[in-house]
């Protein structure tokens, strides 16, 4: 209502005006809206009829137009005169509606354990990404957008692309930990947005194996007893196993592996976890099935179960001692008959026992005669034989406790007899790990850690021991005299251990020869005797020592150099994959000589330029594109690949080739460069096989994709097979009856891509008589000015044209037109031979202010060749002429305005 559109003009705020032309007198000008493009501009524009205001009715709606184009009409009343004026109104744009996107909400797809960077899918099964659209009420085709697009949580970020929004993962998911989460996605534009809720389905991935619930949790063992008469079709076990993961990958088949040889055919397991018993025929004893969890996923995981089933007999169960290991202590000097131990065992079914000793073992391989016996009935053990000074410190004998049962079962125990030290006694080291019985050390042994760095010659290894730094020592235990003892590094572990270790004999001070290498081995364990020459006593400890990772090597690269392959106009955030024909991701494996395995790794990787960004997995980097690539600005790229750790690094060459996508079309390089239309001149007697134009095309593509093939796609109807055109570009004429006159050809050249690209070109070929070329007006558009008194056979202008043959030519007036449609009489006539127009009527001052006559020029060839002219003739105004608006933006000879029109542009806020 209130709003009035100005017109800058020279820096000038204007409205429309119109003055009235006449000099004697002048009319009132009244002004109207009389047209608009679109039709609606009359709901939208209003026009003041006396000051020619222009007023906006109600808000303007750039999604019905971006521009409306209007008509006024200034109108003298008075004496039915007018003129008109055009009015361009750009609508710009005002952010008033927010941006939306197109579903009300979303459901995407990704896979558990893939890579960070991974772009959601719409569906479970297709490899097709899930393109969020956005859309926006003030933006209409053509316009720039700038959407920015954000999701919540931190497990994902968006990428735009235009009027897309991409979700993509920032970490590796776990559909076991979460199956599904719900996302909010924001999009926004300036100071306004909206959301939507997004679904994300995480797929499962094989990657949990079979769980057995019912045995132990660390062995997987499942121990069960029965008889030897157990009946066929029993249940022996009912053992299940569980898996964490979905569908196929989640459902579990039983089979049984592995059974003790002579049991293979007495046991079968069902799909319920039953193991069952079938016919057979049981005996006492321990029977070994293994069985196999398998789950139904593509490369299907298992797990094993140890059933261990006993089988007891009939008529009792085993004996058992009550202690399966025994000690006792007694001195060298005992006497034959002395009590040594009591072995005693229990039978269930209260049957005869019967006691011996199966195994005898001790220091010395001399002592062949066995010196303890036991009571068969009682088990009570004694000595048997004699012993000296020199008798071993103990001895290790095995007991075996048998029933009366058909058939016989048994137990065993191990009897440890120490027998007190005489005075020769071995060296005892100052540091124990291990005793037995909290009195008899059985093992001493040292640990340390030494970095990698330690260099060889001065350095002494200390322990640790209760908080003080201990070397090793050793003590002789004897009490009447003492020995000295010597120290000797007798063995180790790895065997190169006497290459980087060394003990002082005296001391058992170790050092450290050379530099300790991890990727020998990361742990040295090695074996110290402590030795009393004088009586041949000696006593042995372990050494470990760990050797710690110091950062002396940087990491490398696997390969020397690398190469990868990138599609052109793939979206940002792709992985470079190993070759152009694959979906396999280019990997750069990455190794440190300081670190061995069960090390954990902390690589960095970066590469140079702003192409490209890493991903680090491990010991795997992977490149990835931060921008939509064009093969066209660049077929490859190479680059430096640095990884590093700490403050050593390496680096690699990395060359990048950007494969062909079909996105050019075929460009002609011969035809005018915005119509491509191509131009040609023949006469009607050119012979067979000329080549009548040599015209070919480009495309910027590679490969198929830049091969082109041409096809004649049109030719004007009876010149249809006048035409052939070759794999070079040349158009050749055939067997044909030219006549002179036009022939349109359209060419057509189609690139080999997969969906091909197609341009046309215009041949455009003008055919001659034989007997002269076309005359030609030496302009085709002629103007004259004379007076509306003009007088019967006044001149009034010469129409002259010209011929290369200097043929006879012959005017005549074809068209005749004025502003008033009353005026049928010619008022003007041509000399058919010289081009003449002279004045042939009357005119007054009501006449129209210009006449428009076509002149046509013909010559005498066979057939007729012609050409026109435009002849504009301005009566000079009588007093009454038409109004004319202040502004002109096109005027014609300079002098007289031809185009008026005011251009504004109004925000499409305006109320």
Same mark, same amino acid.
């Given at each position: 209502?209130?709003?009035?559109?100005?017109?800058?003009?020279?820096?000038?705020?204007?409205?429309?005006?119109? %003055?009235?032309?006449?000099?004697?007198?002048?009319?009132?000008?009244?002004?109207?809206?009389?047209?608009?493009?679109?039709?609606?501009?009359?709901?939208?524009?209003?026009?003041?009829?006396?000051?020619?205001?222009?007023?906006?009715?109600?808000?303007?709606?750039?999604?019905?137009?971006?521009?409306?184009?209007?008509?006024?009409?200034?109108?003298?009343?008075?004496?039915?005169?007018?003129?008109?004026?055009?009015?361009?109104?750009?609508?710009?744009?005002?952010?008033?509606?927010?941006?939306?996107?197109?579903? #009300?909400?979303?459901?995407?797809?990704?896979?558990?354990?893939?890579?960070?960077?991974?772009?959601?899918?719409?569906?479970?099964?297709?490899?097709?990404?899930?393109?969020?659209?956005?859309?926006?009420?003030?933006?209409?085709?053509?316009?720039?957008?700038?959407?920015?697009?954000?999701?919540? @949580?931190?497990?994902? $970020?968006?990428?735009?692309?235009?009027?897309?929004?991409?979700?993509?993962?920032?970490?590796?998911?776990?559909? %076991?930990?979460?199956?599904?989460?719900?996302?909010?996605?924001?999009?926004?534009?300036?100071?306004?947005?909206?959301?939507?809720?997004?679904?994300?389905?995480?797929?499962?991935?094989?990657?949990?194996?079979?769980?057995?619930?019912?045995?132990?949790?660390?062995?997987?063992?499942?121990?069960?007893?029965?008889?030897?008469?157990?009946?066929?079709?029993?249940?022996?076990?009912?053992?299940?196993?569980?898996?964490?993961? #979905?569908?196929?990958?989640?459902?579990?088949?039983? =089979?049984?592996?592995?059974?003790?040889?002579?049991?293979?055919?007495?046991?079968?397991?069902?799909?319920?976890?039953?193991?069952?018993?079938?016919?057979?025929?049981?005996?006492?004893?321990?029977?070994?099935?293994?069985?196999?969890? &398998?789950?139904?996923?593509?490369?299907?995981?298992?797990?094993?179960?140890?059933?261990?089933?006993?089988?007891?007999?009939?008529?009792?169960?085993?004996?058992?001692?009550?202690?399966?290991?025994?000690?006792?202590?007694? &001195?060298?000097?005992?006497?034959?008959?002395?009590?040594?131990?009591?072995?005693?065992?229990?039978?269930?079914?209260?049957?005869?026992?019967?006691?011996?000793?199966?195994?005898?073992?001790?220091?010395?391989?001399?002592?062949?005669?066995?010196?303890? *016996?036991?009571?068969?009935?009682?088990?009570?053990?004694?000595?048997?034989? !004699?012993?000296?000074?020199?008798?071993?410190?103990?001895?290790?004998?095995?007991?075996?406790?048998?029933?009366?049962?058909?058939?016989?079962?048994?137990?065993?125990? *191990?009897?440890?007899?120490?027998?007190? =030290? +005489?005075?020769?006694?071995?060296?005892?080291?100052?540091?124990?790990?291990?005793?037995?019985?909290?009195?008899?050390?059985?093992?001493?042994?040292?640990?340390?850690?030494?970095?990698?760095?330690?260099?060889? @010659?001065?350095?002494?290894?200390?322990?640790?021991?209760? @908080?003080?730094?201990?070397?090793?020592?050793?003590?002789?235990?004897?009490?009447?005299?003492? &020995?000295?003892?010597?120290?000797?590094?007798?063995?180790?572990?790895?065997?190169?251990?006497?290459?980087?270790?060394?003990?002082?004999?005296?001391?058992?001070?170790?050092?450290?020869?050379?530099?300790?290498?991890?990727?020998?081995?990361?742990?040295?364990?090695?074996?110290?005797?402590?030795?009393?020459?004088?009586?041949?006593? $000696?006593?042995?400890? *372990?050494?470990?020592?760990?050797?710690?990772?110091?950062?002396?090597?940087?990491?490398?690269?696997?390969?020397?150099?690398? !190469?990868?392959?990138?599609?052109?106009?793939?979206?940002?955030?792709?992985?470079?994959?190993?070759?152009?024909?694959?979906?396999?991701?280019?990997?750069?494996?990455?190794?440190?000589?300081?670190?061995?395995?069960? #090390?954990?790794?902390?690589?960095?990787?970066?590469?140079?330029?702003?192409?490209?960004? *890493?991903?680090?997995?491990?010991?795997?980097?992977?490149?990835?594109?931060?921008?939509?690539?064009?093969?066209? &600005?660049?077929?490859?790229?190479?680059?430096?690949?640095?990884?590093?750790?700490?403050?050593?690094?390496?680096?690699?060459?990395?060359?990048?080739?950007?494969?062909? %996508?079909?996105?050019?079309?075929?460009?002609?390089?011969?035809?005018?460069?915005?119509?491509?239309?191509?131009?040609?001149?023949?006469?009607?007697?050119?012979?067979?096989?000329?080549?009548?134009?040599?015209?070919?095309?480009?495309?910027?593509?590679?490969?198929?994709?830049?091969?082109?093939?041409?096809?004649?796609?049109?030719?004007?109807?009876? $010149?249809?097979?006048?035409?052939?055109?070759?794999?070079?570009?040349?158009?050749?004429?055939?067997?044909?009856?030219?006549?002179?006159?036009?022939?349109?050809?359209?060419?057509?050249?189609?690139?080999?891509?997969?969906?091909?690209?197609?341009?046309?070109?215009?041949?455009?070929?003008?055919?001659?008589?034989?007997?002269?070329?076309?005359?030609?007006?030496?302009?085709?558009?002629? !103007?004259?000015?004379?007076?509306?008194?003009?007088?019967?056979?006044?001149?009034?202008?010469?129409?002259?044209?010209?011929?290369?043959?200097?043929?006879?030519?012959?005017?005549?007036?074809?068209?005749?037109?004025?502003?008033? +449609?009353?005026?049928?009489?010619?008022?003007?006539?041509?000399?058919?031979?010289? @081009?003449?127009?002279?004045?042939?009527?009357?005119? /007054?001052?009501?006449?129209?202010?210009?006449?428009?006559?076509?002149?046509?020029?013909?010559?005498?060839?066979? +057939?007729?060749?012609?050409?026109?002219?435009?002849?504009?003739?301005?009566?000079?105004?009588?007093?009454?002429?038409?109004?004319?608006?202040?502004?002109?933006?096109?005027?014609?000879?300079?002098?007289?305005?031809?185009?008026?029109?005011?251009?504004?542009?109004?925000? /499409?806020?305006?109320?």
């Amino acid at each position: 209502g209130d709003f009035i559109i100005y017109f800058i003009i020279n820096g000038t705020n204007t409205s429309i005006s119109a %003055e009235d032309q006449n000099t004697r007198q002048t009319s009132e000008i009244t002004y109207y809206l009389v047209y608009g493009v679109p039709l609606e501009y009359s709901d939208y524009f209003t026009i003041d009829e006396n000051t020619a205001t222009l007023s906006i009715l109600k808000t303007l709606n750039r999604t019905i137009s971006t521009t409306y184009e209007l008509t006024i009409m200034a109108y003298e009343a008075d004496d039915d005169h007018y003129s008109f004026a055009t009015v361009i109104i750009t609508v710009d744009s005002v952010n008033n509606n927010p941006p939306t996107f197109r579903e #009300d909400s979303y459901t995407g797809y990704i896979s558990e354990n893939v890579v960070a960077d991974s772009t959601i899918l719409m569906s479970d099964d297709s490899g097709e990404v899930l393109k969020l659209y956005i859309s926006d009420a003030d933006i209409v085709e053509g316009d720039e957008t700038s959407f920015n697009c954000t999701v919540s @949580g931190d497990q994902f $970020y968006t990428v735009v692309d235009d009027n897309v929004c991409y979700i993509v993962t920032s970490d590796v998911l776990d559909r %076991e930990s979460e199956s599904n989460i719900t996302l909010t996605v924001t999009v926004s534009e300036g100071d306004t947005e909206s959301t939507v809720n997004l679904t994300i389905y995480i797929t499962d991935e094989n990657d949990n194996s079979p769980q057995w619930t019912d045995t132990d949790i660390e062995t997987n063992v499942y121990s069960v007893n029965i008889t030897e008469t157990t009946i066929v079709g029993t249940v022996i076990a009912n053992i299940s196993a569980s898996d964490a993961d #979905d569908g196929d990958n989640g459902d579990i088949t039983y =089979e049984i592996s592995y059974v003790t040889t002579e049991y293979e055919d007495c046991f079968t397991m069902n799909d319920t976890g039953e193991l069952i018993l079938d016919e057979c025929s049981l005996e006492s004893g321990t029977i070994l099935i293994i069985l196999t969890a &398998s789950d139904n996923g593509t490369d299907a995981r298992t797990t094993d179960a140890y059933i261990e089933i006993t089988v007891t007999s009939d008529s009792s169960n085993a004996p058992s001692f009550n202690n399966t290991v025994i000690t006792s202590t007694i &001195s060298y000097t005992a006497s034959v008959g002395d009590l040594v131990a009591v072995a005693e065992a229990t039978d269930n079914n209260d049957a005869c026992l019967t006691y011996s000793i199966i195994s005898f073992q001790s220091y010395e391989p001399s002592d062949q005669d066995l010196v303890f *016996t036991i009571d068969e009935n009682t088990g009570v053990i004694s000595v048997n034989g !004699t012993m000296d000074e020199d008798s071993p410190l103990n001895y290790t004998l095995t007991i075996l406790v048998e029933d009366a049962g058909n058939p016989v079962q048994n137990d065993t125990a *191990t009897l440890v007899i120490y027998i007190n =030290e +005489p005075e020769d006694l071995d060296p005892e080291f100052d540091h124990c790990t291990s005793t037995y019985n909290d009195s008899i050390c059985v093992d001493v042994t040292y640990e340390v850690s030494i970095s990698d760095n330690i260099y060889e @010659g001065d350095f002494i290894i200390y322990f640790i021991i209760n @908080g003080t730094n201990t070397s090793i020592s050793a003590e002789d235990q004897n009490t009447r005299q003492t &020995s000295e003892i010597t120290y000797y590094l007798v063995y180790g572990v790895p065997l190169e251990y006497s290459d980087y270790f060394t003990i002082d004999e005296n001391t058992a001070t170790l050092s450290i020869l050379k530099t300790l290498n991890r990727t020998i081995s990361t742990t040295y364990e090695l074996t110290i005797m402590a030795y009393e020459a004088d009586d041949d006593h $000696y006593s042995f400890a *372990t050494v470990i020592i760990t050797v710690d990772s110091v950062n002396n090597n940087p990491p490398t690269f696997r390969e020397d150099s690398y !190469t990868g392959y990138i599609s052109e106009n793939v979206v940002a955030d792709s992985t470079i994959l190993m070759s152009d024909d694959s979906g396999e991701v280019l990997k750069l494996y990455i190794s440190d000589a300081d670190i061995v395995e069960g #090390d954990e790794t902390s690589f960095n990787c970066t590469v140079s330029g702003d192409q490209f960004y *890493t991903v680090v997995d491990d010991n795997v980097c992977y490149i990835v594109t931060s921008d939509v690539l064009d093969r066209e &600005s660049e077929s490859n790229i190479t680059l430096t690949v640095t990884v590093s750790e700490g403050d050593t690094e390496s680096t690699v060459n990395l060359t990048i080739y950007i494969t062909d %996508e079909n996105d050019n079309s075929p460009q002609w390089t011969d035809t005018d460069i915005e119509t491509n239309v191509y131009s040609v001149n023949i006469t009607e007697t050119t012979i067979v096989g000329t080549v009548i134009a040599n015209i070919s095309a480009s495309d910027a593509d590679d490969g198929d994709n830049g091969d082109i093939t041409y096809e004649i796609s049109y030719v004007t109807t009876e $010149y249809e097979d006048c035409f052939t055109m070759n794999d070079t570009g040349e158009l050749i004429l055939d067997e044909c009856s030219l006549e002179s006159g036009t022939i349109l050809i359209i060419l057509t050249a189609s690139d080999n891509g997969t969906d091909a690209r197609t341009t046309d070109a215009y041949i455009e070929i003008t055919v001659t008589s034989d007997s002269s070329n076309a005359p030609s007006f030496n302009n085709t558009v002629i !103007t004259s000015t004379i007076s509306y008194t003009a007088s019967v056979g006044d001149l009034v202008a010469v129409a002259e044209a010209t011929d290369n043959n200097d043929a006879c030519l012959t005017y005549s007036i074809i068209s005749f037109q004025s502003y008033e +449609p009353s005026d049928q009489d010619l008022v003007f006539t041509i000399d058919e031979n010289t @081009g003449v127009i002279s004045v042939n009527g009357t005119m /007054d001052e009501d006449s129209p202010l210009n006449y428009t006559l076509t002149i046509l020029v013909e010559d005498a060839g066979n +057939p007729v060749q012609n050409d026109t002219a435009t002849l504009v003739i301005y009566i000079n105004e009588p007093e009454d002429l038409d109004p004319e608006f202040d502004h002109c933006t096109s005027t014609y000879n300079d002098s007289i305005c031809v185009d008026v029109t005011y251009e504004v542009s109004i925000s /499409d806020n305006i109320y």
